[in-house]
C-alpha cells in the first residue's frame, strides 16, 4: 500500500489511535529506513508503515493470517496509489523522477494476480534509453522477485550496455540465488 502526496506518519498516527492499535516498534534513529510497528487491538494484525529513502515512498505493508478487512478499513481513510495508476503513470509521465516513482510504486502495491501486467510494462521499462530508467527495474525487483522480473534482470545482468546496470543486476541475482538457496 504505498501512499500517495500525504503525510505517511500522520495518516496511520490518526488510524492508529482511533482503531486502538498498539506500537510495537519506534523508528530506530540510527537506521537509515524509518519503520514503526503496531498490532490491531485482538493481535491478528501487524502494520508496518515504512518510510524507504531507496524508493523515496512511504508504504505500509500489513502481515496476518487475515489483513484483508484491515487493509480495505485503513485505504477507506488515506490515499494509496493502485497497480495500475502507477503503470499507467509509468508510460505517461515525462519527468525522470516521476517514472523512476511509479516504476517502483508498481513494484511495491502489485499483487500476485497483477505480476503479469508489472512484468510486461517492466519488459518495456528495461529498454529505455537512460540508464537510470532501467536501473529502476532492477531495484524494483528487489522488492518484487517474480520469476518474470528476475528474467528481465538477468537479460539486464548479461547485455545491459551500461556497467553500472549490469554491476547491479548481478548483485541482485546473487542476492536472490543465496536467499531462495538456489532456484524458484
Given at each position: 500500500?504505498?501512499?500517495?502526496?500525504?503525510?505517511?506518519?500522520?495518516?496511520?498516527?490518526?488510524?492508529?489511535?482511533?482503531?486502538?492499535?498498539?506500537?510495537?516498534?519506534?523508528?530506530?534513529?540510527?537506521?537509515?529506513?524509518?519503520?514503526?510497528?503496531?498490532?490491531?487491538a485482538d493481535g491478528s494484525v501487524e502494520i508496518h508503515l515504512v518510510k524507504d529513502p531507496m524508493v523515496g515512498l512511504d508504504y505500509l505493508t500489513l502481515y496476518g493470517d487475515?489483513?484483508?478487512?484491515?487493509?480495505?478499513?485503513?485505504?477507506?481513510?488515506?490515499?494509496?496509489?493502485?497497480?495500475?495508476?502507477?503503470?499507467?503513470?509509468?508510460?505517461?509521465?515525462?519527468?525522470?523522477?516521476?517514472?523512476?516513482?511509479?516504476?517502483?510504486?508498481?513494484?511495491?502495491?502489485?499483487?500476485?494476480?497483477?505480476?503479469?501486467?508489472?512484468?510486461?510494462?517492466?519488459?518495456?521499462?528495461?529498454?529505455?534509453?537512460?540508464?537510470?530508467?532501467?536501473?529502476?527495474?532492477?531495484?524494483?525487483?528487489?522488492?518484487?522477485?517474480?520469476?518474470?522480473?528476475?528474467?528481465?534482470?538477468?537479460?539486464?545482468?548479461?547485455?545491459?550496455?551500461?556497467?553500472?546496470?549490469?554491476?547491479?543486476?548481478?548483485?541482485?541475482?546473487?542476492?536472490?540465488?543465496?536467499?531462495?538457496?538456489?532456484?524458484?
Amino acid at each position: 500500500m504505498v501512499f500517495k502526496n500525504v503525510d505517511a506518519e500522520l495518516e496511520v498516527d490518526q488510524i492508529s489511535f482511533d482503531d486502538g492499535w498498539d506500537m510495537l516498534q519506534v523508528e530506530d534513529p540510527a537506521s537509515d529506513t524509518f519503520v514503526n510497528v503496531w498490532a490491531t487491538a485482538d493481535g491478528s494484525v501487524e502494520i508496518h508503515l515504512v518510510k524507504d529513502p531507496m524508493v523515496g515512498l512511504d508504504y505500509l505493508t500489513l502481515y496476518g493470517d487475515d489483513v484483508s478487512d484491515i487493509q480495505l478499513d485503513i485505504e477507506e481513510r488515506s490515499s494509496f496509489w493502485s497497480t495500475e495508476e502507477a503503470l499507467r503513470e509509468i508510460g505517461r509521465a515525462t519527468d525522470r523522477d516521476d517514472r523512476l516513482r511509479a516504476v517502483y510504486t508498481a513494484a511495491l502495491s502489485a499483487t500476485d494476480a497483477e505480476s503479469d501486467a508489472v512484468v510486461a510494462a517492466f519488459r518495456t521499462v528495461s529498454r529505455d534509453d537512460d540508464p537510470g530508467i532501467r536501473l529502476s527495474v532492477v531495484v524494483a525487483t528487489g522488492y518484487l522477485q517474480t520469476p518474470g522480473l528476475v528474467e528481465i534482470v538477468a537479460d539486464l545482468a548479461a547485455s545491459d550496455p551500461h556497467d553500472t546496470v549490469r554491476e547491479n543486476a548481478r548483485i541482485l541475482l546473487e542476492g536472490i540465488e543465496r536467499e531462495r538457496g538456489g532456484g524458484w
